[in-house]
């Protein structure tokens, strides 16, 4: 492994998106993995929702790609058989400011394209869920759920069977610029350290992205943002049948504490928002489940506290801080054959196929 076409660094759903697109082209493309396997990462601690663009500013690579990621995911997963499953969502509204947060929500997402979004008053709601409690809600068809391991196994098939390889236990150390080439030094899991040269590389390191972006001389910050969750358990299944978020909270850090449902009917709250320093800390304090349950309990009467329990957590990228503004996907070619993607959070996944594409055009 001298010199390839195209070094892959991150076998997240991005990174395996991407592969699957460029390995069609019929280049040399290398996916490099530090973990033992792929799909380890952010893309394993996530709410799996296809989302269908409404929150993000218009004209944003989060709101493009969002909803041209929507349409393709719904196409690869019928067409694949990836199981999903087009639930739908309520934005519930359960105070009159609320009602004003959802009503600006439809326009932000009608800007977007979301074109099938209503406005429901407090019988449509109660028409379709009779077991929440809501005085109007948003109510989005296009939403939905979808395995994300089998949407990665997928995309890494796809790649496999045009060429690719991967290369887990595989850490990128360093990068350097050669004549027309990069030179990315890496160490495997026995310690050694190899390099090789690339033409192309493409940073798809979820969480490590500003620091491999630093390594090729650009420069960002990554903040990293716990989501933590709660299973629900003792409440009979199909009680709930579409996910249901509260009215978005007012700092823009996360979509507020909701329930999803997986794709075996099972019901979870959160993910909630803390900045935290930056370790992967996977804990959940046992007292989220009181504050899940307080925070929940508005919208679903039905809750009692010993339903909620302490489960998993995620951790987002986020190039925003605790105060800033919301900030866009980073996906730019930042010196000649050189892809970062930085700050790739919600709604990466629903995006991957979307992102995938918009990478083949900067760079072909
Ligand atoms: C709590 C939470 C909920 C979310 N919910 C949703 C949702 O419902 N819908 C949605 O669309 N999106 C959601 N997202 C966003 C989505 O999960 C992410 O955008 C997406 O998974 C990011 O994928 P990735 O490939 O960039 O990162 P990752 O999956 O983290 O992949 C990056 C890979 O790079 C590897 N790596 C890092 N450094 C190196 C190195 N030096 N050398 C080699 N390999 C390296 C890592 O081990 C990792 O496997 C959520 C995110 C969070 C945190």
Known sequence: MEKIDVAIIGAGVIGLAIAAQLARLDLNVFILEKNDSHGGGISSRNSEVIHAGIYYPEGSLKAGLCVEGRHLLYEIAAQKGIPHQKTGKLIVATSPEEKDEIEKLEATGRQNGVTSLSLLNRQQ???MEPHIQAQAALYSPDTGIISSHHLMDHFLTQAQNNGARLVCRTSVTGIERESNNWRIFAQNDTDA????????????????????????????????????????????????NRLVY???????????????????????????????????????????????????????????PENVYPDMAGIRPKLQGPNDLVADFIIRQDAPGFVNLVGIESPGLTASPAIARFVKRLLF
Do not use: W
């Open 246 to 304: 509260p009215a978005p909270a007012k700092n823009h850090v996360g979509l507020g504490v909701h329930l999803t449902i997986d794709l075996n009917g099972r019901l979870k709250l959160g993910p909630d928002a803390t900045y935290i320093e930056r370790v992967e800390d996977y804990m959940v304090e046992p007292e989220k489940a009181s504050l899940f349950y307080e925070l929940a309990r508005n919208y679903f009467p039905f809750l009692k």
């Open 125 to 127: 709601v109660a028409q």
């Open 193 to 240: 350290d190899f390099d090789f040269l690339s033409a192309i590389v493409i940073n798809a390191s979820g969480l490590y992205s500003d620091i491999i972006a630093g390594m090729m001389g650009s420069t960002y910050h990554l903040h990293y943002c716990k989501g933590d969750y709660c299973g629900i358990t003792g409440v009979k299944t199909g009680l709930v």
